[in-house]
């Protein structure tokens, strides 16, 4: 045997007498285990989903929470609209403010059960189209049936017609943008003016 052979045996013999043998055997065998985990991807597809899921699902509760206030919004406006229809041409107009929210809710469809508890109307006449004197009832941040009227124009008045629906909201965040109350119900309005037709 040569010196060299000499000195790696003393070598070999001096690490495993102070237990550095192992100590290399572990590091080997942690470096190996980091590099399968590095390598490893089967658990990726389920750290990405649950990533993304939670603002993919917020968007599109979003999306649906905007489309039925809008399918809302289309519904009360239409409806409005045709019971408005009878005061424009005194076709057996509505002689009070709950009957023409009966007419309405009765033009209300899938939303006529629960139409006239969440149902509001102001009928007022005014003196020019440029700048109807409406007051706000909504203006303290709590809405205030006390500032809506039901006038019954004339022929030939000027006519301001407003309808108020409660909606209650599904996502609380989407509280800020749609509700003014903060309260999570969305005041949709409705308005069409109009100049009564002769008699």
């Given at each position: ?79 409005m ?63 205030n ?25 599904i ?12 309260n999570?119900?969305?005041q ?12």
């Open positions: 045997m040569g010196l060299a052979g000499d000195v790696s045996f003393v070598t070999d013999r001096s690490a495993n007498r102070f237990g550095l043998g192992k100590v290399r055997r572990r590091y080997a065998l942690a470096i190996a285990r980091l590099m399968r985990l590095r390598d490893e991807e089967r658990g990726a597809t389920a750290v990405e989903f649950a990533l993304v899921a939670l603002p993919f699902l917020f968007m599109v509760m979003s999306m649906l929470e905007l489309a039925a206030v809008f399918l809302v919004y289309t519904t009360l406006d239409n409806a609209a045709n019971a408005a229809r009878t005061i424009r041409t005194h076709n057996s107009a509505p002689p009070s403010a709950s009957a023409f929210i009966t007419a309405t809710c009765n033009n209300m469809g899938w939303l006529q059960s629960t139409c006239s508890s969440q149902l509001h109307v102001d009928i007022r006449t005014e003196l020019t189209f440029a700048n109807p004197v409406a007051p706000d009832p909504m203006a303290t941040g709590v809405f049936p006390a500032a809506l009227t039901y006038d019954l124009p004339l022929p030939g008045q000027i006519v301001l017609v407003r309808a108020f629906y409660e909606w209650p909201l996502l609380p965040i989407m509280d800020a943008a749609l509700s003014k109350y903060n999570g119900v969305a949709i309005i409705a308005t069409t003016t109009f100049v009564v037709e002769p008699s």
